[in-house]
């Protein structure tokens, strides 16, 4: 019997009511994790000409020394670049060039360029973050059209990723620390070539799906916490911000601000998304803080594939520079910016039906070793390049892992950029876990009582 068109339109509503999930990849594809794969889900071996080399462990021993907390001030110090990329001969490495770093190129030809040093494949990551990746791979799935996960716990959700969802998903649940604490300024740079102090502030981090022994069971699914304080200018001193990221599509985030001026605690549900970002005076967008920073639900993310990229790599002399050595009037001090040929993973954001975004577009070029997006490429509503935004990723030996804090955002037709979490001349410890409660409202309203 054929079935009626009334059963054909109910199974139809059900297919729509109930949400689709993503199968993970199956066991003789995982095991390419401890075969052809680095643990984490990079391409082990080395490229044809061998100027990307094979991926032999990363950096795990701690460093000898100057420190800036807990990240090593100088590695790889005493190499010199192989080459440098200018705006004269750009052409010749324009296949190893985003569109935003071929902009800044020609937008700035007698400042910025880029010295490309030798490719070191430093990532590195506890072996319980390894063991953790790899049962992920095999229960971790996308559900929610893909905006949120189930499945996972302590390591990479999807390190063999089918889709450029999956890849945004390793970048927000990439690997930490279970707590840090630092200190970071974020600074302005005008249109005439001043800069400007936004603000200074301390912050806690704190990263539940990294806690020890945690289990997709135990996990909460809030993969980021953070607390901060503004320590300068002084007429912002004392003002806070609390932020829990989660998996909950429904609420991916939650955030509550102190505001000197009114003396309370209130929801801030608008910290988020395209809202300029009020602790760098607006100078960039929220989500645009730490590369991407938030909730994957206003984008269709499409995964073009991997590709060879110079990017910013092994950044740690950046880091250990003082600020006025480490900035240049309109971008970075490249003196102070290593280069690095990877393969990255190229992901394409585009806003989905029916929901609005400043940047209707961008590119995210993400790092195959971290997991770390490294450059991002945004478009205005005519398809034009219209801001680039540039991380300096460093080596922690002591967790292991690389890491990245700094995101420049350039808006490439203003003239003007936002450095975002500057560690220059601050500290950087990790730090034991601190009870959950501290990362609430409460516990900002009753400190700012006190």
């Not at 505001?259 to 605690?265: D, E, F, I």
């Not at 600020?323 to 003196?335: C, E, F, G, K, V």
Request: proline residues 6%; hydrophobic residues 40%; contains cysteine.
């Amino acid at each position: 019997m054929k079935p009626t068109s009334s059963i054909l339109a109910g199974v139809a509503a059900l297919l729509i009511a109930v949400p689709q999930t993503q199968a993970a990849v199956s066991a003789e594809e995982a095991a390419r994790l401890s075969a052809d794969l680095t643990p984490l889900g990079g391409e082990k071996a080395g490229n044809a000409d061998g100027s990307i080399p094979a991926w032999t462990g990363g950096m795990t021993e701690m460093l000898p020394g100057d420190y800036i907390g807990d990240i090593p001030k100088s590695i790889f110090a005493d190499e010199k670049p192989l080459y440098q990329v200018t705006a004269q001969n750009m052409s010749q490495y324009q296949a190893l060039l985003s569109d935003g770093v071929q902009a800044m190129l020609q937008k700035y030809p007698d400042s910025f360029r880029l010295d490309v040093y030798p490719t070191h494949r430093t990532m590195a990551a506890p072996k319980s973050v390894y063991d953790n990746t790899l049962a992920n791979a095999t229960r971790c799935q996308l559900i929610e059209g893909g905006y949120s996960v189930e499945g996972c716990a302590g390591g990479i959700p999807f390190p063999i990723p089918q889709e450029g969802v999956e890849v945004m998903w390793n970048f927000l649940m990439r690997v930490e620390a279970p707590s840090i604490e630092y200190t970071f300024k974020n600074i302005v740079g005008n249109a005439d070539g001043s800069h400007t102090l936004a603000t200074r502030n301390d912050i806690s981090f704190q990263y539940p799906q990294y806690y020890k022994d945690a289990t997709p069971e135990d996990w909460s699914g809030e993969y980021s916490m953070f607390r901060f304080n503004t320590l300068e200018p002084p007429f912002k001193a004392g003002e806070s911000l609390v932020v829990r990221d989660s998996i909950d599509r429904d609420q991916p985030r939650q955030a509550w601000q102190y505001l000197l001026g009114q003396r309370r605690v209130r929801r801030a549900p608008t910290v988020s998304y395209d809202t300029p970002d009020f602790v760098a005076s607006g100078a960039n967008y929220f989500d645009e803080v730490q590369g991407f920073f938030g909730s994957v639900d206003r984008f269709n993310w499409t995964l073009k594939g991997k590709q060879e990229l110079l990017v910013p790599y092994n950044t740690n002399n950046f880091v250990g520079a003082s600020l006025d050595d480490a900035l240049s009037t309109y971008h970075l001090n490249p003196d102070h910016v290593r280069w690095e040929k990877h393969r990255v993973w190229v992901v394409e954001a585009n806003v989905a039906d029916g929901k609005r975004h400043a940047v209707p577009k961008r590119t995210y070029y993400v790092d195959e070793d971290s997991w770390l997006v490294l450059l991002v490429d945004g478009y205005d509503a005519e398809d034009k390049l219209w801001r680039t935004s540039m991380v300096t990723p460093f080596v922690v030996p002591k967790i292991p892992t690389l890491m990245m804090k700094t995101a420049t955002v350039f808006n490439l037709q203003a003239n003007t950029m936002s450095v975002i979490q500057a560690l220059n001349e601050e500290n950087f410890r990790i730090v034991e876990t601190k009870p959950e409660t501290f990362f609430t409202g409460d516990a900002v309203a009753a400190e700012a009582v006190r």
